[in-house]
């Protein structure tokens, strides 16, 4: 069973949009009150990190070569949408997802008062257990400085026997 074991690892990162608008999408929730982030869909980095993981171990990919900019029908589309296609693709050549977690690192909004919500909405999207956690850079780098959010991704898969 050890040979068929894979292992991905997922990151993404975004800046909070130019113009200041409010509402964020992150680890599947509606963080009304913070700070849009940009991107070609939601820019929800947690669930695209996760995404990049579970496509990675399946050597399917990343998110970019699945879900990319030149992939219209995907534009503005929510990170549990990609994280849940993502999570079928990878079904459909034969990997069975095991589990993944995803660390956020930013200054805010803080994720511990939600993490449980967020662990449920993005472990309905995968079909497979989803840890979440979160930390701050102190400071360093652009989410130290407060322009944005990057997540870190795993996730362990079981390949097809054979």
Same mark, same amino acid.
């Given at each position: 069973?050890?040979?068929?074991?894979?292992?991905?690892?997922?990151?993404?990162?975004?800046?909070?949009?130019?113009?200041?608008?409010? @509402?964020? /999408?992150?680890?599947?929730? %509606?963080?009304?009150?913070?700070? !849009? #982030?940009? *991107?070609? +869909?939601?820019?929800? $980095?947690?669930?695209?990190?996760?995404?990049?993981?579970?496509?990675?171990?399946?050597?399917?990919?990343?998110?970019?070569?699945?879900? @990319?900019? /030149?992939?219209?029908?995907? %534009?503005?589309?929510?990170?549990? !949408? #990609?994280? *849940?296609? +993502?999570?079928?693709? $990878?079904?459909?050549?034969?990997?069975?997802?095991?589990?993944?977690?995803?660390?956020?690192?930013?200054?805010?909004?803080?994720i511990?008062?939600?993490?449980?919500?967020?662990?449920?909405?993005?472990?309905?999207?995968?079909?497979?257990?989803? +840890?979440?956690?979160?930390?701050?850079?102190?400071?360093?780098?652009?989410?130290?400085?407060?322009?944005?959010?990057?997540?870190i991704?795993?996730?362990?898969?079981?390949?097809?026997a054979?």
């Amino acid at each position: 069973m050890m040979e068929r074991l894979r292992t991905g690892v997922g990151t993404d990162a975004h800046t909070f949009e130019a113009e200041g608008r409010l @509402g964020m /999408a992150l680890a599947g929730l %509606a963080f009304p009150d913070a700070p !849009a #982030l940009d *991107g070609h +869909s939601d820019g929800d $980095v947690a669930a695209h990190a996760l995404a990049d993981a579970i496509l990675s171990a399946a050597r399917l990919g990343d998110l970019g070569s699945n879900f @990319g900019a /030149a992939e219209p029908e995907w %534009a503005g589309a929510a990170g549990t !949408a #990609l994280l *849940g296609e +993502s999570a079928r693709r $990878v079904r459909a050549a034969g990997f069975e997802i095991l589990n993944a977690a995803v660390q956020i690192v930013g200054n805010r909004p803080k994720i511990a008062a939600r993490r449980s919500e967020a662990e449920d909405v993005l472990s309905a999207a995968v079909g497979a257990p989803i +840890s979440v956690s979160g930390t701050t850079s102190d400071g360093l780098g652009f989410t130290g400085r407060g322009e944005g959010l990057a997540a870190i991704a795993t996730a362990l898969l079981l390949a097809p026997a054979g």
